[in-house]
């Protein structure tokens, strides 16, 4: 009896053990499983959420400056801002006569200087003075001529007079006038004569004179066309001179030229009615005022300008050519982008400012320049009206820029330059 109840015993505490560990690996299982559930439903579930962007956007370049430092080293801005623009430009001018005013006198016949009234350059002369006797063969030989028709041309005048009894004559012979054909055919030769001379530039007083005394000239007197100053004189007393030659150039003083070279970086902004103002350091206090007339299209290669040309009145005569005078010139640009001269720094390679991004940094920046009038320069590209710029101490902004390896974008001046995209990585 008490072996059957050990028996049983060992029975039930072996199924016991067994009925244990079957439920403890059960258990470890289940657990097992449920990590593994959870891990595919995390997977899932971050699979289902939205990729972060590879590539963010690329930062703005700056360099930050604290505002103690900035008040230590002098740091100012400016804004960037659209005005009106004036631009001086100053240069020197010359005083030359007017080209348009200067007469030539020359002679038309061949034959030598017997008397010069015109004796040295400078002089003032009236329209219609004498400036030379020329006396010419050739000339003589022609007024000679012309009397010889003058003679013919009264005798055949003089046979008219009995031309009514010629004619009754001519009615009854039938022989054809000859008095009245030799009568028309010297006034016709005696006409061409007579133009021929004033050809010569013998005036009309000059040929009535030859035809009363029926005496010719010894020399023809060259008289001025124009009143004006003697520039140069060619003719020297008994000299030989050939029809066409000159002996005298003679200006209108009465207005003269002001002609100022510009230089080629400025000679886009001068146009035609600009106005200008002269200053003669000989006339203290007086000031001339002028607009320009002619910008020459002709650039000098040796001194880089082209000239422009002012007409100034010459009352009493004292612009002399060839005087000196300061040309000023205000120019209006109409409104324009502008930042002060000093805040644009020059690299040698582009054009930069340093704009204020606030809290202390600052973003260098490429810029294209334009125009520049007295300390204000114009930017085409790269900046922005109402932006502010450091126009002060900005050469210790860039250098502090370049020591923290800061660069401004854009590989131009002006120029927006993006760059390629990052590479997508990922850590370990």
Known sequence: MGKRIATICFVIVTVGTVFFFASCKGGHNAEKAASIENRVTETSHQSAKPEEPAQKQEETPTVEIPLEKQQ?????????????VEKIVRTTGKIEYDERKLTTINTKVEGWIEKL????????????A??????????????????????WAKKTAGRGA?????????????????TAMLSKDAESLLEAARQRLKLWDISDAQIKKIEENEKPIRTLTVYSPVGGYVLQKYAIQGMKVMAGEKLFDVSDLSSVWVLADIYEYELPVVRVGDTAKLHLSYFPGKELTSKIEFVSPILSAETRTAQVRFSVPNTGGKLKPGMLTDVEMKINLGKRLVVPDEAVIDTGLRQIVYVDKGDGYFEPRAVTPGLRAGNLVEVLQGLKAGEKVASSANFLIDSEAKLKGVEARGSAPGAKQEGPPAPVGHKH
């Open 72 to 84: 230590l080293i002098g740091v100012r801005t400016v804004t960037a801002s659209i005005q009106p």
């Open 162 to 178: 009995g031309s009514e009894q010629v004619a009754s004559s001519s009615q009854e012979t039938g022989s054809p006038d000859l």
């Open 130 to 151: 004498p400036l030379a006797d020329i006396y010419s063969p050739e000339l003589w030989a022609t007024q000679q001529e012309f009397i010889n028709l003058v003679k």
């Open 117 to 128: 009234y015109i004796n040295f350059t400078g002089v003032y002369i009236k329209r219609g």
